[in-house]
């Protein structure tokens, strides 16, 4: 079925896959340590809500559990929905600008060079060369676009970004970043354990006032990307005929390029490399739903959040008290999955 | 007015000049073939029409405006290209593949509306694609994709239609098939067409005017039976030919020298 007849009912499973995402969100604040039910939860989010909270009956829970649900448990659901919601949509659109289903967010380099600079981060501040509690997700963010600045300009020919170019200038950039990392790691045995953790990316440091600038950035930057949709669908079709249907192919990339880093910037920055969400939810979304950018992008956007929900609950509950880090439960589910893809393509002989 | 008009273009790859001052001027409602040697320009030319290549300043007009301070976007509100080979590499309708054509004319959040979609719909019954609506893009044949990607550019509601070897990858029905479509069209829509064509005899029997190209510049502009004699075709092919009239068209058939003759 086409688009254009389907429109409809892409609007309702949108909303209805919506509200699945709240009430998973809502469920999986009852899970943890503290035993929650599902109502008690629900009603201490009801108080919230200025009108409602008139209507109800007071809270039969203790407080320490407000503290918990509120404090502690939502700020991070909520942190992990961002992160997924931002790679996913930023992999989605990457995928289709670079024509390539191996794109990622971290295609440019953006992951490595965040990785290097959080690991110089915690290196100075274990020597006590930097102070503050900014400083890592500070380092994060600056290796992360310092990198993709550079992968641009060594890719850039003229005023051209050839796409081969970007891929080839980005894997050369990340070996180089790596490479520095593994000797800080060598050089630096006192805080090697808190620069591998932070490589393997967790959400558990969520707090209010993060949220507060990341979930306004990447819902506001994924409504920017949705809005490329119709120009990517004509890019699939090839950057010439693309161009002869009105898009300037050049500014796109650049535009495209630039409002997807910085969103992966960010987003690293605050949880360290979560791998494998932003490569595999578009990929899901595209088997079930079709390629069509108006569609993968939106379905990227909710089936990211919930999957990092889903994946950052298990982390923290799976092994209790213990917690695995939410990039290899990411990992740990997503290259199954990754690989069922891969035979799938082997058997149909087409990937996307 | 004239819907094209070139103006002393000339164009550059690095030190190898391509088109060397080439000027021609083209009419609303006809169909132009271009033709010529590898090598002779035709690419470049129309890259540069289309501004996939920058052309200099004041050198081609498109319905009175320069293309070189023309967006992109405006171009292709009166600018269609139907490529050689469209490589399909996502599951599209042909429905939704058809309504990309509309494009141009949309505004960002903008949603095609019930008229692009009459617009699309009467493109495709035109064509012939219209049973297919709902089949993927991927699996048609080539000379259904082709009919499908005109379908397209006729959505686009050009003024001016740009063909580069539209044919050479169908078998001779299509080939036909597509000639006919795009000349009904052009008839019915005051449409400027034009096609680059390799087989001369097609490019005799559909178009109105030729457009032969040497060495980056228009050799000869004309009628078929002004441009098509054996004299030019020694001077641009450098091959000897004999040039008959096509006893169904009335318009020059060529049949090329070859090595092997019957023995009478």
């Not at chain 1, 809005?227 to 898009?247: C, F, I, M, P, Q």
């Not at chain 1, 796109?252 to 910085?262: A, V």
């Not at chain 2, 502009?221 to 169904?248: K, R, T």
């Amino acid at each position: 079925m086409s688009y254009f007849h389907k429109k409809n009912l892409y609007r309702k499973l949108f909303l209805g896959l919506f509200l699945g995402l709240i009430l998973a969100m809502v469920f999986a604040t009852t899970l943890g340590a503290a035993d929650l039910s599902f109502r008690d939860s629900l009603h201490i989010f009801a108080e919230r809500i200025p009108l409602l909270r008139r209507l109800l009956p007071p809270s039969t829970v203790a407080d320490k559990y407000q503290v918990i649900l509120w404090q502690v448990r939502m700020p991070r659901i909520l942190l992990a929905a961002t992160v997924g919601m931002g790679l996913s949509v930023v992999g989605a659109a990457l995928q289709g600008l670079f024509k390539n289903p191996m794109a990622d967010p971290y295609i440019m380099g953006v992951s490595s060079g965040a990785a290097l600079g959080a690991s110089l981060g915690i290196t100075l501040l274990g020597l006590g060369i930097l102070q503050g509690g900014f400083t890592v997700q500070l380092m994060a963010f600056i290796g992360a676009l310092l990198t993709v600045y550079l992968v641009y300009e060594i890719a850039k020919v003229g005023h051209r970004v050839p796409i081969t170019m970007l891929i080839l200038a980005g894997v050369a950039i990340s070996a180089m970043a790596s490479a520095m990392i593994s000797i800080l790691l060598l050089l630096n045995r006192d805080q090697a354990d808190q620069i591998i953790f932070w490589t393997m990316g967790s959400v558990a440091a969520a707090r209010w006032k993060q949220l507060m600038w990341l979930m306004p950035l990447v819902m506001g930057s994924s409504l920017w990307i949705y809005s490329y949709g119709r120009t990517l669908n004509l890019l699939l079709s090839g950057e010439d005929a693309a161009h002869g249907l009105g898009v300037d192919v050049e500014k796109t990339k650049k535009q495209l390029l630039f409002i997807s880093s910085i969103t992966v910037a960010f987003v690293v920055s605050v949880s360290g490399i979560i791998g494998f969400v932003g490569l595999i939810v578009p990929h899901g979304v595209r088997l079930v739903l079709g390629g069509d950018h108006r569609v993968l992008l939106p379905f990227s956007a909710l089936m990211g959040a919930l999957f990092m929900v889903f994946s950052d609950t298990l982390a923290r509950t799976l092994l209790a008290p213990m917690e695995i880090p939410v990039g290899a439960v990411t990992a740990l589910f997503g290259a199954p999955y990754f690989i069922f893809l891969l035979y799938r393509a082997k058997r149909k002989g087409g990937f996307i | 007015m004239s819907s094209l008009r070139i103006r002393n273009l000339s164009f550059h790859y690095g030190d190898q000049r391509v088109l060397d001052g080439f000027t021609a001027t083209l009419h609303p409602g006809k169909f132009y073939c271009v033709l010529g040697p590898n090598g002779s320009g035709k690419t470049t030319l129309l890259k540069n029409i289309q501004k996939l290549l920058a052309p200099k300043k004041e050198a081609v007009y498109l319905c009175g405006k320069d293309v070189s301070e023309t967006s992109i976007k405006e171009l292709a509100k009166v600018l269609a290209t139907v490529p050689q080979e469209t490589s399909m590499t996502f599951d599209f309708s042909v429905l939704d593949y058809v309504l990309t054509g509309r494009a141009p004319h949309l505004e960002r959040f903008q949603r095609e509306s019930q008229g692009d979609y009459e617009a699309a719909k009467e493109a495709m019954e035109h064509t012939g694609i219209w049973p297919y609506q709902q089949k993927s893009v991927r699996a048609l044949s080539g000379g259904e994709l082709q009919r499908v990607i005109i379908a397209r550019a006729m959505v686009q509601d050009p003024r001016v239609l740009l063909l580069d070897e539209p044919i050479s990858h169908l078998d001779l029905y299509h080939q036909i098939h597509v000639l006919e479509l795009v000349k009904q069209y052009s008839r019915k829509k005051n449409l400027t067409v034009v096609a680059v064509l390799h087989d001369i005899n097609l490019a005799s029997a559909y178009g109105d005017e030729m457009l032969l190209l040497k060495d980056g510049k228009v050799f000869l502009q004309g009628e078929p039976h002004a441009v098509i004699h054996e004299q030019s075709m020694q001077q641009v092919y450098g091959m000897d030919c004999l040039v008959l009239e096509n006893p169904l068209t009335g318009k020059p058939h060529i049949i090329p020298h070859t090595g092997e003759r019957r023995k009478i």
